[in-house]
Nanobody, 123 residues
Framework: QVQLVESGGGSVQAGGSLRLSCTPS????????MAWFRQAPGKEREFVVG????????WHGASVKGRFTTSRDVAKNVLFLDLRNLTPEDTAIYYC????????????????WGQGTQVTVSS
């Protein structure tokens, strides 16, 4: 079974930026769509942004629209999440997920999850 590995998390001050990566264990992995979710302590997992695997269209969660964007390295089959203008409210564990169905904001629609990477934003 394919595994997803996130990296790039860390600590940053408010207003800063980070780039997260999500690398599938199989180079030929081709889901229908992938997405990033996040989960802060004591809160439910929240949809951040997702995209169809073969295409550029994105769907953003309301809290991050305009600040977070995804991109792909097609040759390496890596999904990136660029986080800009970070605020302390963005502090969470960030997960990438893949679905064989269609892009969705629902966690239940995703078949494969990474282990998560911590993002901490200080004021």
């Amino acid at each position: 079974q394919v595994q997803l590995v996130e990296s790039g998390g860390g600590s940053v001050q408010a207003g800063g930026s980070l780039r997260l990566s999500c690398t599938p264990s199989e180079r030929t992995f081709s889901p229908a769509a992938m997405a990033w979710f996040r989960q802060a302590p004591g809160k439910e997992r929240e949809f951040v942004v997702g995209r169809m695997w073969n295409g550029n269209a994105e769907w953003h969660g309301a809290s991050v629209k305009g600040r977070f964007t995804t991109s792909r390295d097609v040759a390496k089959n890596v999904l990136f999440l660029d986080l800009r203008n970070l605020t302390p409210e963005d502090t969470a564990i960030y997960y990438c997920a893949a679905t064989s169905r269609s892009l969705s904001h629902l966690t239940t629609e995703y078949d494969t999850w990474g282990q998560g990477t911590q993002v901490t934003v200080s004021s």
